[in-house]
């Protein structure tokens, strides 16, 4: 095939959209170096998120800057554009960019990948857009992180019970990876918080977590998963199961279970949903609004896009009749399929279905504990909390990263961990408006 000014246009920059120019930048290193093709990433920000890492890092034991991954540092070859797509005109070969900033612009491509990921599946549950954070984001992470450290700030400052109480009741939904690992992080930061709060004890705490169905961490299996629900629960954490949020209308929290409590933290994580792109193009879409995808990754019925990870439904090879789970295991080694298949695609090669063989699953409970079920082996508490950090220190992108994160680990045994609410950040004008406003005065 003829590679001439081949371009190749990536919408998203996570796990599907990096890792697969990352490949793209070794496989095809001829041809972007003689410009036979172009390579453009289109992602609203400049870095990818290792997303396993964001519990740890809302809980203070990495630091917020080593758990993304700068693009255009690790994706030299390949050009950044930094806003979204809001139209696929595939017919057309051609997209809508809007930058973050400026006028809306087409750009045309030859080869489309559809990497956009996903965003999180909310309800229409009165008060849930107001009240409630999800966990997807680094923003979100650390958001959190200093809203608990500053409500227990609020709570040691005040001698009004109600408004201690609100401030002490932390509430996670949904019982999957992110809620059970972000619930049992931020739990385990507090414990060690209150230790510098003489009028907080550890009854003062509330943490409940709400949960639809009648399990946790389905991953791991029902052995784990129930030794799970009894470790929380001997850490004093509340769980709801087959509980629904039906309401939480300015922190009032109503559960389907005849509850009601007030609440300043309420974290939304039960599941995601394709990200929006999928229904503003001409792309054909699955009966979960997911792009319709082959084994091969290739857009079914269309010529010349490729898509994977949460936007794609892709078929799953071992099972049939059932797709791939949106996770990050997926999503990674889908990448690095996908990228041979477009190399293939210019060379006039064969593709290859995307196989995979389950490995497992493994969760962080907080520091030493952890829950794990890798190839049928079954770990928990500190064999499994030193295994779920093995696994994803091998999978963070670029050494540069690895030696951060050991190095963080390292100093955290050796230093306390810091408990510093840095909430002000977030309205960096605050100060200075109060100042501007009393010199008018």
Request: positive net charge.
């Amino acid at each position: 095939m003829n590679l001439k000014s081949k371009h190749i246009l990536i919408v998203g920059g996570g796990y599907v959209g990096m890792y697969t120019a990352l490949r793209l930048q070794r496989t095809l290193r001829r041809e972007l170096r003689s410009g036979q093709v172009r390579i453009t990433v289109i992602n609203p920000q400049s870095y990818m998120t290792y997303q396993p890492f964001l519990p740890e890092a809302a809980a203070g034991n990495i630091s917020p800057r080593h758990v993304v991954v700068p693009l255009r540092r690790v994706l030299p070859k390949a050009r950044i554009l930094n806003g979204r797509v809001s139209k696929v005109h595939h017919g057309h070969k051609s997209v809508t960019f809007e930058p973050l900033v400026g006028s809306p612009r087409e750009i045309e491509y030859d080869i489309l990948v559809m990497a956009a990921g996903s965003v999180s599946r909310t309800l229409p549950i009165p008060g849930l857009a107001d009240a409630a954070i999800g966990f997807k984001t680094i923003a979100e992470s650390i958001t959190l992180r200093n809203r608990v450290l500053g409500l227990l700030d609020r709570a040691e400052s005040s001698d009004d019970p109600e408004v201690r109480r609100r401030a002490l009741t932390f509430v996670v939904v949904g019982g999957g990876y992110a809620g059970i690992e972000a619930l049992a992080e931020l739990e385990d930061m507090t414990e060690d918080s209150i230790k510098y709060y003489p009028t907080i004890k550890r009854e003062d705490l509330r943490w409940v977590l709400i949960e639809a169905s009648g399990r946790i961490l389905p991953e791991v299996g029902p052995e784990m998963g129930e030794w799970t629900v009894e470790e929380l629960r001997r850490r004093g954490i509340e769980l709801k199961m087959n509980t629904f949020l039906e309401s939480c209308v300015g922190g009032l929290v109503k559960t389907s279970d005849g509850d009601e409590f007030e609440s300043a933290t309420i974290v939304w994580t039960a599941g995601v949903k394709p990200s929006q792109i999928v229904n503003s193009g001409d792309l054909p879409l699955d009966e979960r609004g997911r792009i319709k995808t082959t084994t091969r990754l290739t857009i079914t019925g269309v010529k010349d896009a490729f898509a994977a990870g949460d936007v794609a439904g892709v078929p799953d090879v071992t099972k049939a009749g059932e797709y791939c789970a949106p996770n990050a295991q997926h999503a990674v080694r889908q990448a690095k399929v996908l990228a041979d298949n477009i190399t293939a695609h210019l060379h006039g090669r064969p593709l290859r279905d995307y196989r995979h063989r389950y490995a497992g699953s493994v969760a962080g409970l907080g520091l030493y504990q952890g829950v794990a079920n890798v190839y049928g082996v079954k770990l928990r508490g500190f064999p499994a909390w030193f295994m779920h950090r093995t696994y994803h220190l091998s999978r963070v992108p670029t050494t540069n990263r690895k030696v951060r994160v050991v190095a963080d680990w390292t100093l955290s045994l050796f230093f306390k961990r810091e408990t510093i609410s840095l909430g002000s950040i977030e309205n960096p004008r605050q100060e200075f408006k109060a100042a501007a406003a009393g010199q008018k005065r």
